[in-house]
């Protein structure tokens, strides 16, 4: 909807032009950029950033206006304030755009717009205070930075994560493939939500950027020239904090020698301008990105294996769809971050690995203990790490000092409670208790500092005020707010006395920061007060209606204009306070980091108890020992889902033996979800959790791979089967003896013989060269002839019941390959009309081939009398071509090819007679 007023925005016609001439002469922008006019009063969007917030957020109910006249208009729209926040946190956060704010400064042109902010996906400290108001803080809110080597042969890249939560500087290097396989499982691990990539229009470059934006991330670029070491090392040397006796300079750190990486760390930190910003200084750590430490992972399996919720589960139904939603029960937002990042980080340490199943295992035996910690202390834990960084930055309050001296008074409370429960464990004590114990001994000045200096009398009231005593002034107002309050309290009793009420009971004197002080009654009561003079009605709502009397309308205004005069002469302390407590804002992030372990630990085990069939502990070895067994492994997600009976199956494998399984069988019948489930349970041991399983032992996995339900990527102009072809070539490159790979149905998106001969050619890649533990689902039949030249590949087949009309899945997998195809039995299941049903019957008669006619013991001999008849048809064929060389007649030549057809019945081949006699 568009309208055309003489007066729009606040401008007449004239300033209207002159507005619309500059913004059409602005500099193009990208569309993932979008542009917000403070007007003060309100913000405007303009061109395509109107119709797309038009379209996109207000679901085209808002009301587009057009300003300007003749050709120079320009379609426009208004949003107040709200809906700026609004829009805001949904472009950066949810759609992963960046936003400018342009301002315009007191009576200056209308041309003099400047940008008064800007942010994006990895940069929202200008946005921290609209987008994380409440506290909350962003999981994989860290930039990344890539810079490729200047030796394009080489294929080294460049790595620097930044997070301006945890204020690290994180860099590595390493030689990369030309898929940028380790580059995109790097990504994968540490969620960043943007990444930088230098200017230029190189083969590297354009290859980074494709496997960047396969993963979903937005792609800034920036000049060549800001990524290098020029003036780096003078930036950091500021921000880095140092320890104690430390060379204070970045080149007496080992990771100053990755020129490559660093130069990519110095593009990352001018494009956040964190040198901008004194708070900054001297709270960073620079420390080596170690990507081997954890299982490579990519973005195919993050969504082969379902690992994160897809967009819009938030609903409780949703949560057993994916494998974060399952694991994740924790009580604490740092829990939640913390869960989320072990799920895309699977360590491959032996010793890490054992320290969590050690820890799980303890926490699902005692019962009393988990339930204390979950029920009790861990719900009561706020965010310390967005705590601490409101410290650290200056921008907490009196009231978020007492939220942080209440979570420090529970730690001793959590201590006590696992001495109580008996566990001595020494993983426990090493990893969880004398950690806590030691950071919270070093807390004790900021706990006696806060009792001496804030009232807790008032903290009941929601008034965080510093205790009167520090100042005269203070004393005086302090005086005068107690003598209010008893003048306040009494008008309880006299409303009490002229609404004939219980004062107490039936009528309540209560205060919030919204109102101040005022009444309340219940819905019920709420006839004694309507229409009574002197009387004034605030709200209603369900807890009961608000009012007060003139009185107490009139004290409440004394009150409140007091406190404001006491909150003002108290913010020299109040700023002393802070100044004090943010120097225990690292010390309050390590506590945050216990708690997120200790929170984590506890909901795994939370999970492995609550499951259908407790989860077991499974038996981890070193990495190169061969082996993988699952005994009546189980799907976890699926098992928790209603009105589903989980039939659980096997794997067992070990190299030299067996590594890898060709799986067959029909449509639906659970071929998809058995390979699914390895990948799931070998995951989920891999983060420290127990699995569902009877049985488990594996050795430790170096990654993940997977293939599994491609589709198009109409974006980057990319088809199914290129998509597919895409990530084979990954796993190719990327897989090792030490892998585990989970590829279903490979080759559909070419035709059938060519999809076959690329499925046999990875298959037998895998299987003979990698050496991989592979799960192979599988519509080729004959890819499970491999098993006859790789000793070390089994046949499995998932099993079905058929009958003359219907097909029973018994959704269990047993050795040997699948004899039959069932796809006419799953469209009659499907409900196809029967003349659809009767056309493909008789279609697949007519192109079953003539191998399908032979009778033999087993398929061996079955193909030993194919190979014989092969021979039989070349020696045929020879002796027909020899044929065409003398000089014969038509009917010379009719006979002796019919001779040729009787010799070769007469050699009794069953093929081929099979092909003769149909001919």
């Known amino acids: 909807m568009t309208s055309k007023p003489t007066q729009l925005l606040g401008l007449d016609p004239a300033q209207q032009n002159v507005f619309v001439s500059y913004f059409k002469n602005l500099p193009e922008k990208p569309a993932t950029t979008v542009r917000f006019y403070n007007r003060v009063e309100y913000y405007t969007l303009h061109g395509s950033d109107a119709s797309f917030a038009a379209k996109e957020i207000f679901r085209s109910t808002a009301v587009i206006k057009t300003i300007g006249s003749g050709s120079n208009t320009l379609d426009s729209l208004i949003v107040n304030k709200t809906q700026f926040e609004k829009f805001v946190r949904e ?75 945890d204020h690290t500087f994180s860099v590595c290097e390493f030689a990369d493939n030309d898929y940028y396989s380790e580059l995109e499982g790097l990504v994968v691990q540490h969620s960043p939500r943007e990444c930088l990539l230098p200017q230029e229009s190189s083969a590297e470059v354009e290859a980074i950027k494709k496997v960047i934006e396969r993963s979903g991330l937005l792609v800034t670029t920036r000049k060549r020239g800001e990524f290098s070491r020029d003036d780096t090392d003078q930036d950091l040397n500021r921000l880095l904090r140092f320890a104690e006796g430390q060379q204070q300079t970045v080149n007496s750190l080992p990771e100053s020698r990755l020129t490559t990486a660093m130069s990519a760390l110095g593009a990352a930190v001018r494009y956040l301008e964190l040198c901008n910003d004194q708070d900054n200084f001297e709270q960073f750590t620079l420390r080596p990105l170690e990507h081997s430490r954890l299982v490579h992972l990519d973005s195919a399996v993050v969504a082969a294996l379902s690992l994160l919720p897809p967009p819009g589960a938030a609903a409780a139904h949703m949560k057993h769809h994916s494998v ?40 699902t035996l005692e019962t009393e203990l988990r339930q204390s910690l979950h029920e009790d202390h861990l719900r009561r834990m706020p965010d310390l790490q967005a705590l601490a960084r409101r410290l650290q930055r200056k921008k907490a309050s009196m009231q978020d000092c007492y939220r942080i001296y209440q979570a420090l008074q529970r730690f001793p409370l959590l201590l006590q409670a696992i001495q109580d429960s008996g566990c001595s464990h020494p993983t426990l004590e090493a990893l969880i208790v004398s950690p806590i114990r030691e950071l919270y001994a070093d807390t004790e000045k900021l706990l006696e500092m806060v009792e001496s200096t804030l009232d807790m009398a008032l903290v009941d009231k929601g008034e965080f005020l510093i205790k009167a005593d520090f100042d005269d002034d203070l004393k005086e107002l302090r005086s005068k707010m107690d003598s209010l309050d008893e003048d306040i309290q009494k008008t309880l009793y006299k409303a009490a006395r002229d609404l004939s009420l219980d004062p107490g009971k039936t009528i309540k004197l209560e205060s919030n920061s919204q109102y101040g002080y005022y009444f309340r009654v219940t819905l019920k009561e709420e006839k004694v007060i309507r229409n009574v003079r002197g009387f004034t009605q605030l709200d209603a709502n369900k807890s009961g209606v608000r009012f007060r009397n003139d009185q107490l309308t009139e004290l409440n205004s004394e009150y409140q204009e007091a406190k404001d005069q006491y909150t003002q002469q108290q913010e020299a302390i109040v700023s002393e306070v802070i100044s004090v407590a943010a120097g225990y804002s690292t010390t309050l992030q390590s506590l945050s980091y216990q708690v997120a372990q200790l929170d984590a630990l506890v909901s795994l085990a939370q999970v492995a108890v609550s499951a259908p069939i407790p989860y077991v502990r499974p038996v981890m070895h070193d990495k190169n020992t061969g082996v993988f067994r699952l005994k009546q492994a189980r799907h ?54 127990l699995v569902p399983c009877e049985s488990a032992e594996m050795s430790v996995l170096d990654s993940i791979l997977a293939r599994v339900g491609a589709s198009d990527s109409q974006v980057k102009g990319m088809s199914t089967f290129m998509v597919e072809m895409v990530e084979t070539a990954s796993i190719i490159r990327t897989a090792t003896s030490s892998s585990l790979v989970i590829i279903d149905e490979l080759g559909r998106g070419t035709s059938t013989f060519e999809g076959c001969g690329i499925a046999w050619a990875i298959a037998e890649h895998l299987a003979s060269e990698a050496k991989s533990f592979t799960l192979f689902a599988t519509h080729f039949h004959e890819l499970t002839r491999l098993g006859e030249s790789v000793p070390t590949l089994a046949n499995r087949h998932v099993t079905a019941v058929t009958q003359e009309d219907s097909l029973t899945l018994l959704y269990q997998v047993r050795p040997g390959a699948c004899d039959q195809s069932f796809g006419i039995h799953v469209a009659k299941m499907a409900r196809f009309p029967p003349m659809v049903i009767e056309n493909a019957k008789r279609k697949l008669s007519e192109l079953e081939d003539y191998q399908s006619l032979i009778v033999a013991e087993n398929d061996a001999k079955k193909r030993k009398i194919i190979q014989e008849g092969e021979n039989i048809m070349e020696e045929m064929l020879a002796q027909c071509k020899s044929l065409a060389a003398k000089d014969m007649s038509d009917t010379e030549l009719s006979k002796a090819v019919a001779q040729l057809k009787t010799e070769a019945l007469a050699r009794g081949n069953p093929y081929i007679s099979a092909l003769l006699c149909k001919v």
């Open 91 to 165: 472009l950066l956060l949810v759609k992963h755009y960046r936003v400018e704010v342009y301002t315009k400064p007191g009576k200056a042109s209308n041309n003099a717009w400047t940008v008064e902010y800007k942010g994006s996906p990895g940069n929202l400290s200008q946005f921290e205070d609209l987008l994380f108001a409440g506290g909350e803080q962003l999981s994989g809110s860290a930039i990344i930075s890539v810079r490729p080597s200047v030796d394009q042969k080489s294929k080294v890249v460049g790595v620097a994560v930044v997070d301006t939560t």
């Open 324 to 363: 974060l939603g399952l694991l994740d029960h924790c009580r604490t937002p740092q829990g939640h971050r913390l869960i989320a990042q072990w799920v895309k980080q699977p360590l491959r340490d032996l010793a890490s690995i054992t320290e969590r199943h050690d820890i799980v295992e303890i926490l």
């Open 636 to 689: 976890p997600c699926l098992e928790m889902q209603d009105s589903v009976s989980y039939i659980a199956n096997d794997i067992d494998f070990k190299q030299g033996d067996c590594t890898f399984y060709m799986v067959t069988g029909p449509n639906m019948g659970g071929k998809s979800t058995y390979i699914r489930s390895a990948g799931v349970v070998a995951l989920l041991a891999h983060i420290g959790s």
